[in-house]
């Protein structure tokens, strides 16, 4: 069975939506658990949907209870390109960090940038807001009598969107449905530092969560739960991988592993934080999404 790409319905002031899905969110579920699965940098997740649906399925062991998983879409300018995307009125991310407006050492803008919580491009609609109205669907307790947990999933430029989602998302479905977060192979860390620009610290947060304070985003990080993994071998630059060489963020190590390891010791400072978080490595793997995200490990943690 294929997936399919749908068209989100969030309602008429949210502009154009598109999700991956084998079903429709208003299809509903029986399953306990539901994944939101968060693309990376390529924009894309078909490769990666058919193989973690499948290791859910088995690890589930039964048709009913493999978890319900969606993808939405954070669709740039290049990738609708690159993936052959109709432009076809759709939300689009991302302008300020298209490759032809800046170098590689150059930030684009908060406030466009999906991996934050910015907005679409042209809308004061957030990829954040996206996220909550997912949430919203997953409230329906008719579509979704049995459900117990969400889980927010995602690797490389998705693992930062988690990160970011985890310090101001409003990560609410519904009384007796726990959401916890799986974030993997992000580029950059988010540091609670208030002089550092948004993605990498406080400064300068986009509107979805520029009213939020800095103790607003502690209490978020000390009381959600969330699963952090890295590749023993992700340890490429570029030319070889995307990884994200601004200022704020080559200071946190020179790939993706070191940086990885350097945020488990920066969470010293933070003991509370801490506690909420694991680390895990996948040993012997580079930046592949497709062999970390059927470990035993990963789903232990997404079935707990």
Known sequence: MDFSRYVFDAGQAAPKLVCDAYRPIEAGSKAEIAVVLIHGWGGHVRTLLPIF?????????????????????FPRRETMVSNREPDDGRAVWGDSWA???????????????????????????????????????FADQVRYPDLRKVVLAGFSAG??????YVATGRGVVREGVKVDYLGMSPSTEFLFEPDQPWLYGLKGRPRYSEKLTNDDIMRNLCSRRVWRGCGSMDVLGRPETSLDMTPPAAVQGANRFQRFKNFERYLEKYPEWRKQVSFHVFEGIGHKEDLCYPDPALLDFVFE
């Open 53 to 73: 649906t499948k290791s859910l399925a088995a690890r589930a062991g039964c048709g009913e209870q493999t978890p319900y998983v969606i993808a939405p879409q």
């Open 99 to 137: 490759h032809e407006h800046r170098h590689p050492t150059q930030m684009g803008l908060a406030s466009d940038d999906w991996r934050g919580g910015g907005d679409a491009n042209g809308t004061s609609f957030s990829s954040y807001d996206y996220i909550d109205v997912v949430f919203a669907r």
């Open 159 to 164: 693992g930062q969107f988690v990160g970011r």
